[in-house]
């Protein structure tokens, strides 16, 4: 599980007891306190798929936009003037996630803004 939230990854990753002496579950969580906060354009142009999850885990927060953009330019992704507008004027953070988790297999613009 992600969890951009402090609260909710800790309650998400607390034991689950199956009863009966079976045992419990150690959920995986991952949130800001286990990755790392890819904020460094270059960086994140090193190693993509820690940026999406940092992205994700940090709640997009404000560097968000430029992870995507570096992302789809080192996918090799062209925008046009259209597409370009539209990224750089959402403001939406839930939109902006998906679409950077859309870039990984993504082959143009359109599959990663759909």
Known sequence: MIAPDVGVAAWAAENIDLGLGLGHVEPLVLGPAVVPEITDP????????????????HGNGPNGLTVLLRLLARA??????????????????AILDRWIDNVLGAKTATDVLS
């Open 42 to 57: 270059a960086e994140a142009e090193k190693d993509a798929e820690l940026a999406v999850l940092s992205a994700v885990a």
């Open 76 to 93: 090799g992704i062209a925008l046009t003037a259209n597409e370009s507008a539209r990224i750089h004027a959402c403001a939406d953070i």
